[in-house]
């Protein structure tokens, strides 16, 4: 039986130039300040010291009481407007993160979509409903906040 690819997506509109937006993000390190702390995360070690296609990122993470350690890899690395974060070890089967950064009405359209597996066989299809899913609109919720706190504005969308 395959697993099923469940996806989700988010954007944002800021007020700020692409190349503004993409080099916050662009900086491994302030992942951290847009994540919940209620997750723990902690960056454990970067493969390089800029972020490049086959930059490798190594982290920790806390989800119901539970540490995971997680390993992604930039796939895609196409400044600035693209870039696309993929698991190479972590709690799910598959997670492929495409970051865009478009430039609009004199600001950036920041948009998100992530392309998962849940692990759990028969069980799966319940465990995305009933835990992942929330757990990643609230953790992209953060983010958002988070974001728009960094980038102060009127972002939308």
Do not use: C
């Amino acid at each position: 039986m395959m697993a099923k690819d469940y996806l989700f997506e988010s954007e944002i509109w800021l007020p700020y130039p692409v190349r503004t937006v993409f080099d916050f993000f662009k900086r491994a390190e302030n992942l951290e300040q847009i994540t919940p702390p209620w997750l723990n995360f902690r960056i454990l070690g970067v493969s390089s010291e800029k972020l490049t296609q086959g930059t490798m990122i190594d982290y920790q993470l806390t989800l119901y009481g539970v540490p995971f350690r997680w390993r992604t890899e930039i796939a895609v690395w196409a400044p600035p407007y693209l870039f696309v974060d993929a698991q190479r070890r972590g709690p799910y089967r598959k997670w492929v993160h495409t970051h865009r950064f478009v430039a609009e009405n004199g600001g950036t359209r920041m948009s998100d979509q992530v392309v998962y597996q849940v692990p759990g066989w028969l069980l799966a299809p319940l465990i995305e409903r009933h835990f992942v899913r929330r757990n990643v609109e609230m953790i992209f919720q953060y983010r958002r906040e988070r974001i728009l706190e960094i980038f102060p504005g009127e972002g939308q969308g």
